[in-house]
């Protein structure tokens, strides 16, 4: 495969049903503005961000109401024109409490953003340029939701060289970044180019896979001539979004492990997060709402919608027809989401999908032992040997899951997708790398 | 505590499978068997259906009286307890006493897998446990080879099948050599298309080369195991008797009968992949496959039986265990692993 020309990927991996054609060719359209809306402090990686309203403030649309809580923190502005109503704990996705501010929209507004005047980021100095970021309020959307100005800052002696722009969506399902690259190529591939100015790179690839041809000749339709700027068509393969996996399939490179990209000169980030880096630069809109896909056979209208961040799950839920067999709801893509316990939490700024799952589908087959037939091993795009390391996670010995690696897995589930024996091989990998987490956090 | 939304439900990422699972994987390798099962069928007559029935009769009562209790049978579901009596029968002679079939098979199961811990813990194939159990016990029996269609038709029962338990086993009136014995102890060569179309003396399932290495091609594209193991012994094989041979071609059989006698493809293809008791690396499984390879001629040639197959792979069985300390795959993003 890989010898073919276009065809580039990683090694190992897993291809699972795609079930993206429910709503690959759905459009983009707007959810409309619900009564109540939800902003937990915490919907980024780092630090929670402070709040800087108070119960019965007004604010409107793209107003800030929280500051960043540090450097690897963000901002968080209000999705809607109306009113705080609480600032203090909600329930999240996971079922934990957490702070979180709660606003009620004006009923009478029109919740149109008012536009500011587009500003030259060309003109910033790089330190300006991450400032600006961070006042955007952009984390990675791809679904970990890591500010994005961490990765622009550049520490001392590190170049970024290449930009990598993922746009694989390689998990099922999911297409709103597919709809972005068709519906906002512009938007992106602008995005890109400040990006790639601003970080000093001499090029960006955007690596896109082969199941999104329509996204591919999008892309490359509005790339400006002489651009630096190369869409990078990669096989389709399961988890082909890792970065790493990802860097390994444009350029055939491995990051060090227990490095960063950053380290070999590559940068990552996801497609949606480029259009939303024009929004801010040329619109003034912060990360207010984010492009999400609504599938599954619990709904009866799937869909790919632009969601204003903090509605509430069960709205949208019910915006595309939720019934009555939905037995789960997922949060994110069906190999590395989340469950939820309550449609009461918010979409949130790592929304990436809201999957509802009927009866049949969550009853997984009975655990049968392991056979050792060495499927996941031949899964494993971090080349580890899950079998080996679900063993010793059963028995706990974490010194030797340590010594095989089990902190280089990134979780991404390929083991446990083709595990005949339905062994729960990442959860226990997951289970265990948290052990180890918290004995290092004591001792140390 | 009103955690939320009674009726959704909580479990861990990832909530996609494969859908394939371990019995079904058996079911695939017993169906890739059946071409070999109809053959034994077709050369020895209804004994060789009575053997089968036999071993995997003992095997799985073994593992339903004696496996994981609560409920009682659970692990019979994973198909591996049959796999292991139509293997074990696959490697018996035509005219094996029912009684010893039944037993082997039954101490394939206990001494090779339950007293390990059950499936996927044993160290040994349990079949050739069994077998090796059988040859012990019963040297005699397991040793006496009838040719085909030594009897009168397809219903033709042989007698030695019946014999009583405990009592001696009467071999049978025509007790024939094995393409092997002949190669070694009496220096006679077998013809090749009789190798290859199965028109031997020898176990159930081995005589009939042509048939066994269709079976293991179709079986390796579908990925019903690691074809790397049985390429492996192969290839070894290939390399080792063709040096040996060189050196002096009358003393030594030909590359091409060592390939084609004896139980080496039957074991290649169906028992040194048992899954359980080979290496899970790739690297693995090629140091697995030509360590067998090897063996099986230094047995065949400079030792003291005429087939060598079963020992070579027991013996492998027993090194898997170093050889994937040795072969772990090098992670993503790592340089030469680092040993412990």
């Known amino acids: 495969m890989s010898s073919l020309p276009n065809r580039k990927s990683f090694r190992h991996g897993v291809h699972p049903l795609e079930h993206k054609e429910e709503t690959e060719h759905l459009p983009l359209e707007r959810m409309p503005f619900v009564g109540r809306y939800v902003l937990p402090l915490g919907q980024h990686i780092g630090a929670p961000c402070r709040a800087v309203v108070r119960a019965g403030e007004k604010v409107t649309r793209g107003q800030l109401i929280a500051e960043p809580g540090g450097f690897v923190s963000t901002s968080l502005h209000s999705p809607v024109t ?24 004006d009923p009478y507004s029109s919740q149109q953003f008012r536009e500011r005047d587009p500003v030259d980021p060309f003109a910033m100095g790089v330190d300006e340029f991450a400032a600006s970021v961070q006042r955007a309020g952009l984390v990675g959307l791809g679904g970990a939701a890591f500010p994005s100005h961490v990765k622009y800052k550049l520490p001392e002696g590190k170049a ?3 930009l990598v722009i993922n746009g694989c969506e390689c998990e099922p399902y999911l297409t709103c970044d597919h709809r972005v690259m068709v519906e906002r190529p512009a938007e992106v591939v602008r995005g890109v180019s400040i990006l790639a100015e601003k970080l000093g790179a001499r090029g960006a690839w955007i690596g896109v896979e082969m199941n999104k041809p329509d996204g591919i000749d999008s892309l490359r339709a509005h790339l400006p001539a002489g651009s630096k700027i190369t869409v990078a068509p990669l096989a389709v393969k399961y988890p082909q979004g890792a970065e790493k996996m990802l860097i390994k399939a444009v350029f055939n490179e ?30 003034g809109q912060p990360l207010i709402e984010r492009a999400l896909t609504v599938a599954g056979p619990g709904v009866d209208r799937p869909a790919n919608l632009i969601v204003p961040i903090g509605t509430p799950i069960r709205d949208v839920l019910r915006h595309c027809g939720i019934n009555r067999d939905t037995r789960q709801v997922v949060m994110g893509g069906p190999m590395m989401g989340m469950p939820l316990a309550t449609l009461d939490a918010p979409v949130v700024k790592g929304t990436s999908g809201l999957l509802a799952f009927t009866d049949n589908m969550v009853n997984h087959p009975t655990e049968y032992a392991c056979v050792r037939c060495g499927s996941c091993l031949e899964a494993c795009g971090n080349f580890l040997n899950p079998s ?15 010594g095989a690696f089990v902190m280089d897995c990134m979780e991404c589930g390929a083991c446990t997708y083709t595990c005949p024996s339905s062994v729960p091989i990442v959860h226990l990998i997951r289970a265990a790398k948290l052990t180890i987490r918290q004995r290092k956090a004591k001792q140390g | ?72 049978g659970r692990t019979l579901k994973d198909g591996s307890a049959i796999l292991t009596g139509i293997v074990l029968a696959l490697c018996l002679p035509p005219g094996f006493p029912l009684w010893m079939a039944f037993l082997g098979g039954a101490a394939g199961i206990c001494l090779g897998k339950l007293a390990f811990g059950g499936l996927g813990q044993n160290m040994f194939n349990p079949a050739l446990v069994g077998r090796a159990f059988l040859q012990a016990a019963f040297p005699g029996a397991i040793t006496t080879w009838s040719a085909q269609g030594d009897i009168g038709g397809f219903f033709t029962v042989r007698a030695s099948n019946f014999a009583a338990p405990f009592m001696q086993a009467t071999p049978d009136a025509v007790a024939t050599a094995t ?23 020898g176990s159930l399932g081995e005589t009939c080369a042509i048939v066994i290495l269709l079976c ?11 074809w790397r193991i049985p390429a492996a012994i192969l290839l070894s094989v290939t390399v080792f008797s063709t040096v040996v041979w060189a050196f002096n071609t009358e003393k030594f059989p030909a590359p091409w009968a060592m390939l084609t006698s004896g139980g080496l493809l039957f074991g290649a293809v169906y028992m040194a992949t048992d899954p359980v008791t080979s290496p899970v690396t790739p690297r693995g499984a090629w140091a697995f496959g030509a360590g067998i390879g090897v063996i099986v001629v230094l047995i065949r040639l400079w030792g003291g039986l005429p087939e060598g197959v079963m020992y070579a792979i027991l013996l492998m069985n027993a090194a898997t265990p170093l050889i994937e300390r040795v072969t772990q795959p090098r992670p993503f993003g790592r340089g030469a692993i680092e040993h412990e």
């Open chain 1, 254 to 283: 491995e990051v060090p492990a227990g490095h960063l990209p950053l380290d070999i000169g590559v940068v990552v980030n996801n497609v949606a997060t480029m259009a939303c880096l024009t929004d801010w630069f040329d619109r």
């Open chain 2, 179 to 201: 393409p092997l014995g002949l190669m070694k102890f009496e220096h006679q060569t077998t013809p090749l298309t009789d190798l290859l179309l199965g028109n031997t003396a």
């Open chain 2, 1 to 72: 505590m009103m955690a939320g939304d009674p009726r959704l439900l909580l479990q861990s990422a990832p909530f996609l499978r494969r859908g394939i699972t371990t019995p079904r994987l058996m079911t695939e390798v017993i169906i890739g068997m059946g071409p070999v099962i109809l053959a034994a069928v077709y050369f020895f007559g209804i004994s060789a259906i009575f053997v089968m029935l036999a071993t995997t009769a003992g095997a799985a009562g073994a593992e339903w009286l004696l496996g994981p209790a609560r409920p009682r």
């Open chain 1, 160 to 162: 970024c060289e290449r």
């Open chain 1, 388 to 402: 080996r390391l679900a063993r010793l996670a059963r028995a706990g010995r974490y010194e030797e899951l340590e």
């Open chain 1, 82 to 105: 109306g009113r705080v109503v609480d600032v203090g704990p909600h329930r999240q996705g996971n079922g934990q409490l957490v702070p979180a501010i709660q606003i009620e929209a």
């Open chain 2, 216 to 226: 293991g091609v179709v079986m390796a594209v579908r990925r019903a195991f690691d």
